[in-house]
């Protein structure tokens, strides 16, 4: 969200995670921006004035995603159940620090979520410390995200009326097949397929690849142009292939195009069937925090690297991960945290539509 919010001209006052980790990473992409590590349990609001240098009303914007996966309710109301804690704390920040606006981003099934009591509580807190509130529920790929990725948007407006939402920017692809190397998505405004986004990148078999390596500088479209970055040219990070045996390569490459699992021959197939293999004509499926696994290369016969899901969330090449690539260690890896991240060019399509909703 911060990545995208800096690419719309926001300045980030600070930002907080308790994960060594996912602190890391943030901290080497943004580092003139104050971070807090730990839990936001025990950062008081003061402190978060003075971290960002800033006073009460001031912010413009305040952003989150807590988890509301655990919400149980009493009445329509935020049940005391621990896993509901990170969501108090957000309300209780933008309470505290009063700005003008708050962002509030979660999985779209929140607004179905226990027959759409969890959403009305939800609205009923934010209501209560003297928000005005809209929701949506937003595709990426009609912004410029070359991933079908639905996303559950709320915008809080402490002093404005409504300002509404960003209209999509990249309409359906309407059936074409067409591999986007043949025109340009500046110009057709199409929404943006896996291959737009991953065919200049190298070609790697499992067990290949390197945290960092060098890049040819050629590519075939705008799209992969705008991701190069600026900070270390010519370098791509995080592009490191899982290792895989034999038997899972073969049960890998009989998957078909835009397929999964369960299409393989019998005597290949497992019981995991969320094994999808994506299309390089269409735009990505969600991409998760399983990606290395659940989620496979549309012509090599293996899951995607870090830098393949990070591009199919608009990341930027020069943006860098840190942490392991299995959950052995005590910190999140880079997987979660390609998984779990809001893709930078939808964050900055909500940016810089709030922004041209402020009055100068």
């Avoid at 996303?151 to 407006?157: A, P, T, V």
């Avoid at 270390?232 to 045996?245: D, K, L, M």
């Avoid at 870090?306 to 997987?335: C, H, I, M, P």
């Amino acid at each position: 969200m911060a990545e995208g919010f800096r690419q719309a001209g926001f300045k980030t006052l600070m930002a907080t995670d308790y994960d060594e980790m996912a602190a890391k990473t943030f901290q080497f992409n943004h580092p003139n921006t104050p971070f807090f590590v730990g839990d936001l349990r025990r950062l008081h609001v003061d402190q978060i004035l003075e971290l960002a240098d800033t006073k009460i009303g001031q912010p413009t914007v305040i952003c989150g995603g807590p988890p509301c996966q655990g919400f149980s309710l009493a009445g329509q109301r935020i049940a005391d159940d621990p896993r509901n804690q990170l969501f108090k704390e957000f309300v209780r920040v933008v309470d505290g620090v009063q700005p003008r606006f708050f962002l509030f981003e979660n999985v779209s099934g929140l607004i179905s979520m226990q027959g759409g009591t969890v959403l009305q509580a939800i609205l009923k807190e934010f209501e209560r410390i003297g928000y005005s509130c809209q929701y949506k529920t937003v595709n990426a790929a009609e912004y410029g995200v070359p991933q079908a990725r639905p996303r559950f948007i709320l915008i809080g407006s402490r002093d404005t009326d409504a300002i509404g939402f960003p209209e999509p920017t990249h309409t359906a692809r309407c059936g074409d097949s067409r591999i986007s190397e043949q025109f340009s998505f500046l110009e057709s405004r199409q929404q943006l397929s896996v291959w737009d986004a991953l065919s200049d990148l190298p070609i790697i078999y499992q067990g290949e690849g390197n945290e960092e390596l060098l890049h040819s500088g050629n590519y075939t479209n705008d799209y992969q142009r705008a991701r190069r970055g600026v900070r270390f040219e010519g370098i791509i990070f995080n592009h490191r292939a899982t290792s895989h045996s034999e038997r899972v390569v073969e049960r890998y490459a009989a998957i078909p195009e835009g397929g999964d699992n369960s299409q393989v021959p019998i005597e290949l197939r497992t019981k995991k069937t969320n094994v999808f293999k994506l299309h390089r004509s269409r735009p990505s499926r969600t991409v998760t925090c399983n990606h290395r696994t659940d989620l496979l290369h549309p012509i090599v016969p293996r899951g995607t690297t870090v830098r393949e899901a990070a591009r199919l969330q608009s990341f930027d090449d020069d943006y860098r991960f840190f942490g392991n690539l299995t959950r052995k260690a005590k910190w999140t890896t880079q997987d979660d945290q390609v998984g779990n991240a809001v893709p930078p060019l939808l964050a900055k399509a909500l940016a810089m539509h709030m922004q041209s909703k402020i009055p100068i």
